[in-house]
């Protein structure tokens, strides 16, 4: 009887500590719920470590859910004016060295924004993970002083930039802390270390991120959110063909 009863009380603990583990899906709507608001605008500065030097980019940008964005680049005088427009799964960027505007499709997609470790793909990518991705919690680990969830995430959706991906995510902030990016073969074709992270009233956010291309020599790109502001109100005609020429 007393070895049944010790049976029975080890089985409840595991059992309400299981129930107090979420699961991958929950985790991945959590972070979401960091990322994605109705509207934001945001000031961010983006610092390109390539093999010929370092090269520094500010830019400010409008977001309106998850279909509509605009960025316009304030940073060097010689990239000042460039703008990029983003309606669904189309892209424009208009040069006003050239005074065009060209629409960015395709295999072009996956050239690099700018020079820098990000490619137009991930600047149009979806911020809602579970839009696209099977969450799977495969493990802990302790990322510095933080303890994380380790995620396996698995496309749900064809024509995504990374098939697969795995996430190192703070298990009190529910922020991804780290994050590798894979193609279907298994091959590492990007890496995402945040370093710095701040609180929006009730999110978590990053503020300083390290992306890195595998693929490429140098010592990735650094992406600092200098200014962000949610659910702000926007006017429309900021999301228009016409405003890439204002």
Known sequence: MRNFL????????????YAQEPSGKAILQRIDENYSSENRRAVSTMV??????TRTLQSESWIQGMEKSFTEYLL?????????????DELWIYSPSTDRTIKIAGHMLRQSLMGSDV?????????????????KLIGEEKIGDRDCYILELVAIKKNVAYYSRKMWVDKERY??????RFAKSGKLLK??????VFKIGKRWYPKKMTFKDALKKGSGTEFII??????VKIPEHIFSKASLRR
């Open 226 to 231: 200098d200014s962000i502001e949610f659910n």
């Open 76 to 88: 060097p005088a010689r990239e000042k004016g460039t703008k990029m427009l983003k309606l669904g």
């Open 191 to 196: 890496t995402l270390v945040i370093n710095e």
């Open 175 to 180: 922020l991804s802390l780290k994050e590798h």
């Open 119 to 135: 490619s137009y793909e991930d600047y149009m990518e979806d911020p809602k993970l579970s839009n696209m991705y099977d969450s």
């Open 6 to 17: 010790i049976f029975v009380i080890l089985l409840v603990s595991y059992s309400v500590i």
């Open 48 to 53: 390109i470590k390539g093999r010929r030097g």
